[in-house]
Nanobody, 120 residues
Framework: VQLQASGGGLVQPGGSLRLSCAAS????????MGWYRRDPGSTRELVAA???????NYADSVKGRFTISRVSAENTVVLEMNSLRPEDTALYYC???????????????WGRGTQVTVSS
C-alpha cells in the first residue's frame, strides 16, 4: 500500500492551500483517512480525518478554516486549507486506517510528509 500526497508549499498568512492524498495497492477496505502534522519540537497531531461513512473530525485549531473530503471510489482524501496562519506551518502527513484485500485486520499506513509553510 502506498499513500501518495501532493500539494503543500509556501503561502502568505490568510492564503489557501490544498493537500491531496491517494491510496493505492492491495486495499480491501478503508475505515478512515486523514491528515496529521508535526512542527519541529512537537509531537504529531491530528488535523482532520474522515470516516468511510462520511463523518469528520477536526482539531479545534483548524475548525472553520479547513475542510476534509474523501473520494471513496478513488481512495483519495483532500484537505482544503483556508485562512492559513503561521502556526499552521508544519510537515503534514497523510494517514489511512485500512485492511488489505482479503483481510479483516486494520492498521494505519502513512504517506511521506509534505511541507506547508505560512509566512509573509
Amino acid at each position: 500500500v502506498q499513500l501518495q500526497a501532493s500539494g503543500g508549499g509556501l503561502v502568505q498568512p490568510g492564503g489557501s492551500l490544498r493537500l491531496s492524498c491517494a491510496a493505492s495497492g492491495s486495499i480491501g477496505s478503508i475505515d478512515f483517512m486523514g491528515w496529521y502534522r508535526r512542527d519541529p519540537g512537537s509531537t504529531r497531531e491530528l488535523v482532520a480525518a474522515v470516516r468511510s461513512g462520511g463523518s469528520t473530525n477536526y482539531a479545534d485549531s483548524v475548525k472553520g478554516r479547513f475542510t476534509i473530503s474523501r473520494v471513496s471510489a478513488e481512495n483519495t482524501v483532500v484537505l482544503e486549507m483556508n485562512s492559513l496562519r503561521p502556526e499552521d506551518t508544519a510537515l503534514y502527513y497523510c494517514n489511512a486506517y485500512l485492511a488489505l484485500r482479503g483481510s479483516n485486520s486494520y492498521r494505519p499506513y502513512w504517506g511521506r510528509g509534505t511541507q506547508v509553510t505560512v509566512s509573509s
